[in-house]
């Protein structure tokens, strides 16, 4: 595509409820981030893939946090048993690493309130 | 992790008016991305610059990698420009962005 895509666009969601947020990045794109931001906040990293591997979760806050990317092109975050802590926008980006140029391009977000 | 720090946290400028955010960052890095935040939430991307000087219109940056910061120059600014500015470092060639926690500029008619 010709940029990332997210969706939903925004999701309200009780506490306790399950949610599945989806990413997809540019096509080409072999590296895919998941990043959350706070209210106010930067975005801060959750977790990375270079095609289907995951090379990197050390920013998921706790084990309701999953993320998978099976194919290596479209990715899913889910979030189980959601808190209201969970609530932010939740951003992904993608980059296709070119030598060392790994300029890295962002999806509009998906807003998540829990409540 | 490479800490990012932003500066001003605040901007409040009247139209025409220039301007300069800087960007100060812990270690090394293999390459620097500046991003505008719109109101919508989307990050738009500005520069990718690991080094020199680039222009875009009425935007231009420098990254002096070896003092291990970077300047945003918005000249003549517009309403539109008004947002978040987000500066972002990558460690290495993999991996993630670590970013700053932005500057809010809000440009008044």
């Known amino acids: 595509g010709a940029g990332v895509s997210q969706s939903p666009r925004y999701k309200v969601a009780k506490r306790g409820q399950d949610v599945a947020l989806r990413c997809d990045p540019i096509?080409?794109?072999?590296?895919l981030f998941w990043y959350q931001q706070a209210l106010g906040q930067g975005p801060e990293f959750l977790t990375y893939f270079q095609n289907e591997a995951q090379l990197d979760k050390s920013g998921l806050p706790s084990d309701r946090f999953f993320a998978e990317r099976p194919e290596g092109s479209v990715s899913t975050l889910k979030i189980q048993r959601t808190q209201q802590e969970d609530s932010a926008v939740y951003l992904c980006?993608?980059?296709?690493?070119?030598?060392?140029?790994?300029?890295?391009?962002f999806g509009q977000g998906t807003r998540l309130t829990v409540v | 992790g490479i800490q990012v720090e932003q500066s001003p946290p605040d901007l409040i400028l009247q139209e025409g008016a220039n301007s300069t955010l800087r960007c100060n960052f812990s270690d090394s890095v293999n390459n620097l991305q500046w991003f505008h935040q719109n109101p919508w939430g989307q990050l738009i991307n500005l520069f990718y610059?690991?080094?020199g000087t680039k222009q875009n219109g009425r935007l231009s940056a420098t990254t002096v990698a070896t003092e291990r910061y970077s300047l945003l120059y918005i000249s003549s600014s517009q309403t539109t420009d008004s947002g978040v500015y987000f500066c972002a470092v990558h460690r290495s060639t993999l991996g993630r962005l670590y970013f700053g926690r932005g500057t809010q500029l809000t440009v008044w008619p």
């Open positions: 980006a993608s980059s296709r690493p070119s030598g060392a140029n790994t300029e890295a391009f």
């Open positions: 610059i690991p080094s």
């Open positions: 096509s080409g794109h072999v590296s």
